[in-house]
């Protein structure tokens, strides 16, 4: 399902009707600065944000893009040229990556004097970058704005701090569902992934007894055994198996969903967080491709497998995707 903001509004409240109003009323600041744990909705709320100040077709009067535009299209799949996404290259986020993108920006036929950033863990931004950052935005030629998300405030320059409109991302409460759950007799690795998922009481009973998803279940861990190997087809897997066992479009989701699961238990694992591993029967599985898999192509498979939901979410063909995910997952 698309993110709207009338979706996110149940989630985040608070951040949601201060950005609606900043849009409404016309006062978008120069940069924003989304904080708060992971999972909250930050990202989504920046690609929200970005398709707004792009949308070809928003009315003035109302904060949500229209979603179907090319400008919000290409927003979705991470394309518009004008929307510029940072993250840490090793350990930081360094002042050449900024510069980098700015003369990228010179050079390149610009569609518009309008630009957004959107800065992944800015708390990782060396001084130089951010100020290089600030001085950018802050060009009275340019209608320039950055999003910067972070679930590490504490750990932001003060720079930043004083020049940014903090919106704060609460932690939504997946830790009362896991007990909920467990509650009402769904057994723990289910209740896990269900609360992770953040589904609903109705459909994770539905799902506990489901015998699609428990083969859904192991037919994601086999295809992660036939990417991981490169012996392995995971090709002809895909067209075998996978394809079969996911057909309807909310099935085809929630593999992607328990594929995302997977790899940010890797990403838990790698970070000594074995105490945040959803699919805890996978341990050993973590243990053994730990050595196959780096953190950063961990991140990176991540990223892919959130670009095939947005594609899938826009209506690119199921096949056509997972084709192109297997052949990322697999380099
Ligand atoms: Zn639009």
């Known amino acids: 399902m698309t993110t709207t903001w009338s979706t996110m509004r149940e989630v985040q409240p608070v951040a949601t009707r201060m950005l609606q109003n900043s849009i409404v009323k016309d006062r978008i600041a120069h940069a924003y600065l989304f904080h708060g744990p992971k999972g909250t909705g930050k990202q989504k709320a920046s690609l929200l944000f970005a398709m707004r100040y792009f949308c070809e077709q928003a009315e003035d009067q109302y904060s949500e893009p229209c979603y179907e ?3 919000c ?9 004008d929307v510029h996404f940072i993250e840490p290259d090793g350990q930081s986020i360094k002042k050449d ?19 957004v950033y959107i800065l992944h863990q800015a708390e990782k931004m060396t001084t130089n970058a951010a100020n290089r950052l600030l001085k950018f935005l802050e060009e009275p030629s340019r209608q320039t ?14 720079t930043i701090l004083s020049r940014c409109q903090r919106i704060q991302f609460h932690p939504l409460k997946s830790e009362g569902m896991y007990e909920q759950f467990v509650g009402e007799g769904i057994p723990e690795s289910t209740a896990k992934i269900c609360a992770a998922l953040n589904i609903g009481l109705d459909e994770a009973k539905e799902l506990s007894q489901d015998g699609w998803f428990a083969e859904a279940r192991r037919i994601v861990i ?7 190997n490169p012996k392995e087809e995971g090709y002809l897997f895909l067209h075998q198996v996978w394809l079969n066992h996911f057909q309807e479009r909310h099935q085809q989701e929630l593999g992607i969903d328990l594929l995302l699961l997977w790899y940010q238990d890797l990403i838990s694992y790698h970070l000594n967080r074995e105490d945040m591993v959803v699919l805890t029967d996978q341990l050993d599985r973590l243990q053994q491709y730990q050595y196959t898999i780096s953190l ?19 209506n690119v063909h199921n096949t056509l995707a997972m084709e192109h995910l297997v052949l990322q997952l697999q380099r």
Not at 145 to 158: D, H, P, Q, R
Not at 222 to 228: A, E, T
């Open 69 to 71: 535009c090319s400008s």
């Open 73 to 81: 299209k290409r927003i979705q799949t991470g394309n518009h040229p």
């Open 97 to 115: 990556q900024i510069e980098y993108l700015q003369k990228e920006f010179t050079y390149t036929g610009l569609e518009s004097n309008q630009k």
């Open 145 to 158: 704005m950055a999003v910067l998300l972070t679930e590490n405030i504490g750990s932001v320059l003060n």
């Open 222 to 228: 086999q295809l992660i055994d036939k990417v991981m």
């Open 296 to 314: 950063n192509d961990a991140k990176t498979c991540v990223y892919e497998l959130l670009q095939t939901k947005r594609k899938l979410a826009y």
